[in-house]
């Protein structure tokens, strides 16, 4: 499964250095806005420590690790919609993947000029998810003109999909993201043939910056809306210093952890980011390995044994018979597969089984 991340926001919010810390690569990042004209896309490795100590029982040759595809976007501008700077340019390529992470800016700082002219991220959220809908509104426009003649002449299914549609309009028209409407089953795969942009699952990524005005360390005003937002809409968001980590990008892992401790900040917000990426998008990982690799695979969670395998090969989702299992847990307390064998912790699973995060799996086919 490849899982594609957005990196979107307003100009000079902080997308491109994040970017750049996300993949260690060097797309641009000036201070102007139109900066990022073309898409760039990194791949970077899902944290996970559970390869390593996999890889030692294993004693495997290398690790391969599950991975999110990142794309830096163009920074948008108010009347993108309808085609203002780079605007169908940005919602083309947005449409292209798996979910949005916005980027809004909490820091103060005057040598970084802000689009708007003062920092205000509740205010850029609105501009930019503003936009979106309202490219969403054409869309839905536009197919709700062609299934209303189908529908006029008694067409079933044209007069079902009619009204979901009015519904989404009338959501849309309200300034709320198709995604935050309650939908059954059925009427999710209609609206999802429409490819919608605010259908998408969003990630707020709230930019600070080291030795700046943080709103967040603050507690202002601009911040408390902020996480009322949050709370009010369910939207899930990581807090990430892009600049000091695309300062630590090069860097050893034991020199990041000291600069963090220096900086009286333990965790990676980039690690955080991923992490709450798999998770929005409600993914886990399960395990294969041995003495050539140990691979990390990415699956939807409530997979069945089947499914999991197609992320390895169709023949291990079309020719399953059944999968050895075990659980990451009780392979690093017993110490080695064999010894998980022996204790019985090592199950046969049929069609049916429910693949479970960090589960280690060999498919018998």
């Known amino acids: 499964m490849q899982l594609s991340v957005g990196i979107v926001g307003l100009p000079n919010v902080g997308k491109s250095t994040l970017f ?3 993949t260690r690569s060097s797309v641009p990042a000036e201070n102007y806005p139109f900066c990022t004209i073309d898409p760039s896309v990194g791949v970077v490795a899902v944290p996970d420590k559970r390869l390593e100590t996999l890889s030692k029982i294993s004693g495997s040759e ?26 169908n340019k940005f919602l083309q390529n947005i449409r292209e993947v798996s979910m949005i992470a916005e980027v809004v800016r909490i820091f103060e700082d005057g040598d970084v000029h802000h689009v708007a002219g003062v920092v205000d991220p509740m205010s850029d959220i609105e501009v930019i998810n503003l936009e979106l809908v309202m490219a969403d509104m054409e869309t839905v426009a536009k197919r709700l003109a062609n299934v209303e003649r189908d529908a006029k002449r008694g067409d079933k299914s044209s007069v079902v999909e009619k009204e979901i549609l009015e519904q989404l309009m009338a959501h849309l028209q309200d300034g709320k993201l198709a995604n935050s409407l309650e939908m059954t089953d059925e009427q999710k ?30 507690n202002d005003d601009r911040w408390q809306r902020l996480l009322e937002f949050f709370e009010a809409s369910g939207s899930e968001y990581v807090i990430v ?47 294969t390995t041995g003495e050539k690799e140990t691979h990390a695979w990415t699956v939807e969670q409530g997979a069945t ?27 690093v307390t017993a110490g080695s597969m064999a010894k998980a064998r022996e204790l019985g912790k090592l199950r046969t699973e049929g069609k049916e089984y429910i693949v479970k995060d960090g589960d280690v799996i060999e498919f018998l086919v």
């Open 20 to 22: 750049n810390a996300l």
């Open 62 to 87: 290398k690790i391969i690790p599950a991975i999110v595809e990142f794309v830096d976007i163009a920074g948008l501008v108010k009347g993108a919609a309808s085609g203002e700077g780079l605007g």
């Open 189 to 218: 795969k209609l609206v999802k043939a429409l490819h919608l942009l605010t259908m998408k699952q969003f990630l707020y990524v709230c930019n600070r910056k080291q030795g700046a005005y943080n709103l967040d360390e603050q």
């Open 241 to 287: 210093d892009a600049g000091m980590e695309h300062e630590l990008k090069d860097m050893e892992e034991d020199e990041k952890i000291e600069f963090r401790r220096e900086y009286g900040t333990q965790d990676s917000g980039i690690e955080s980011l991923i992490r709450a990426c798999y998770h929005r998008l409600g993914l886990m990982s399960y395990f």
């Open 305 to 331: 044994g089947p499914e999991a395998g197609a992320a390895i090969h169709t023949d291990f989702q079309t020719k399953y018979i059944r999968a050895q299992v075990v659980s990451f847990e009780d392979l």
